[in-house]
């Protein structure tokens, strides 16, 4: 799995973990993330794929890297998806 196939597939657990804000976004603790048994079976390197998403502007939370145990109340903000294009 490549780096954007493994930020989509972040975007969907994010969906279905997390709570759907008013705004269009999502939000979801570090903690549940990680301790969260599908994602520790898709994801080998969750850590990294968050780095890449925040990179991309997809998602943001306080912090650079986010560590097990120390990081677990960190809020991860999914954020709102672009209106599709209309024709």
Request: hydrophobic residues 40%; glycine residues 6%.
């Amino acid at each position: 799995m490549n780096v954007e196939e493994e930020v989509e597939r972040l975007k969907e657990e994010i969906k279905r973990l997390g709570a759907a804000q008013p705004d269009g976004s999502y939000k979801v603790t570090f903690g549940v993330l990680f301790n969260d048994d599908r994602c520790a079976n898709i994801f080998e390197a969750l850590v990294g794929t968050l780095r890449a998403a925040k990179r991309r502007k997809i998602l943001s939370y306080d912090g650079e890297l986010l560590l097990q145990g120390v990081h677990d109340n960190v809020e991860i903000t999914l954020k709102p998806s672009p209106p599709a294009a209309t024709a």
